[in-house]
């Protein structure tokens, strides 16, 4: 047998499972490192988290993701090459990790790496046929040589494959992470991209779908008017006033009167989205204006999402991603919902910024000792699947 596969075998057998999850965001702040302990696997799964980092991007390294990723255009040959460069960085930065926290590889059983998006083509964005598509790079076969490590990558496209749009994929591990907690509860993620998962009691009504930009607008408004990468703790948006016309203007894209699931990218809601509004309605607003504007767009939306949940009521909503940190963003959020009681999703166990890092490791752990029918009839639009593509080191 080739050693590579006996490997895989053996790994697939062990009661517990030590596995790296990567993912890189749409905020592109860096590479969110979880080091995890999975025991078990599908609705028995445990999973600990044993070490976790956001490790930043190098300056030029960043101002080449944000040049390149989402727009349209940009060359075949800057492409290919990025693809292996997103390996070669997060291969480093997993070796950097490990040696940081005096982790041994050989305690590792595997990486599980999203990758960075490079572009997500859901079928409500275009009109080509070929419907939902999307493309992570960072080549896992690059990632497993680099490191020695067998790695798990490419987790979208078996989602599309099997008539997914690609994302949001965080609904299995909230299906995984809340088979314990007996009441209604919306587990929200406030990324780039804010997107949810609500699951009632009886764990009989799931529903889920991006909700629409999370940090996205606010952070390119920051990049492009005040030269940093983000608004901490919602200060800049505090100062200004909400312009009503142009709020209601944004609330008119397609995106957030389309059915649920939906899913969206920085491909849509970037400044192009924000300036297009300003020009047609003619305004003359203050920077600070249109931050306070954005930063209430994106809990308006977020609200509209979960007031067009069937069937809840007031399900305690608890959140995850950089955006609980935005401390305007979540008093918006808790005074347009007055009826739910909103929490950091660390009151129940999930790490607030580790959360997507250890979904790729709970994804890469079903696949390799799971079995995907346990997804099967949850959901008409969760296909019952295993994610990832699996890279031998040798
Ligand atoms: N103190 C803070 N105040 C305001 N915003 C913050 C703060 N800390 C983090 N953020 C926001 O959170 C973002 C990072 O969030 P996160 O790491 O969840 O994004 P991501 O990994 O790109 O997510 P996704 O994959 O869901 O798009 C930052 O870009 C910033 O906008
Ligand atoms: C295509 C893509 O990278 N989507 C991300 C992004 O960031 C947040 C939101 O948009 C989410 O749908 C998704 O990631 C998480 C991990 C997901 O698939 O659930």
New binding site residues.
């Given amino acids: 047998m080739n050693k590579g596969i006996a490997t895989l075998y053996a790994i697939a057998q062990k009661k517990e499972r030590i596995l790296i999850g990567l993912?890189?965001?749409?905020?592109?702040?860096?590479l969110?490192i979880a080091l995890c302990k999975c025991t078990g696997n599908g609705y028995e799964t445990d999973i600990a988290l044993l070490q976790f980092e956001?490790m930043p991007y190098e300056n030029s390294f960043l101002q080449q993701l944000q040049k390149s990723c989402f727009v349209p255009n940009i060359s075949l040959e800057q492409l290919t090459l990025l693809n292996k460069q997103i390996a070669l960085e997060h291969a480093a930065m997993v070796q950097q990790f490990l040696a940081k926290y005096h982790i041994n590889k050989t305690r590792v059983d595997a990486i599980a790496s999203?990758g960075q998006?490079i572009y997500h083509a859901p079928a409500i964005q275009h009109e080509n046929k070929v419907g939902n598509a999307t493309l992570q790079l960072g080549d896992g076969d690059i990632i497993a040589v680099k490191t020695g490590m067998i790695t798990i990558s490419d987790f979208r496209q078996k989602h599309i494959a099997a008539g997914g749009a690609g994302a949001p994929l965080?609904t299995y591990g909230d299906i995984l992470l809340t088979g314990h907690i007996l009441e209604d509860v919306i587990l929200l993620?406030?990324?780039?991209?804010?997107?949810f998962t609500y699951i009632s009691a009886n764990k009989k009504n799931i529903t889920f779908s991006d909700a629409g930009p999370?940090?996205?607008l606010?952070?390119q408004w920051?990049q492009q008017h005040y030269h940093q990468?983000?608004?901490?703790?919602?200060?800049v948006a505090a100062k200004g006033i909400v312009n009503k016309k142009l709020l209601n203007y944004w609330l008119q894209h397609s995106f957030f009167a389309a059915d649920f699931p939906k899913t969206t990218?920085p491909e849509t809601f970037n400044c192009s989205f924000i300036e297009d509004a300003v020009n047609a309605l003619q305004l003359y607003i203050s920077n600070d204006d249109v931050m306070a504007t954005l930063n209430y767009l994106t809990a308006k939306s977020i609200a509209i999402a979960v007031n067009n949940i069937a069937n809840q009521k007031a399900a305690k909503i608890y959140v995850?991603?950089?955006?609980?940190?935005?401390?305007l963003?979540m008093q918006h959020l808790q005074t347009i919902m007055p009826q739910h009681t909103i929490l950091p999703s660390d009151e129940i166990g999930i790490h607030?910024?580790a959360?997507?890092?250890m979904l790729f490791a709970l994804l890469a752990n079903e696949t390799l000792a799971g079995n995907p029918n346990i997804f099967e009839n949850i959901h008409t639009n969760l296909p019952a699947i295993s994610m990832g593509k699996i890279s031998l080191p040798y």
Avoid: P, Q
């Fill in positions: 993912m890189s965001g749409t905020s592109l702040d860096g969110d956001t999203h998006t965080v993620n406030i990324g780039g991209i804010a997107n999370g940090n996205t606010m952070n920051m990468n983000y608004d901490a703790d919602g200060a990218g995850s991603g950089g955006g609980v940190h935005n401390r963003l607030a910024a959360k997507e890092a």
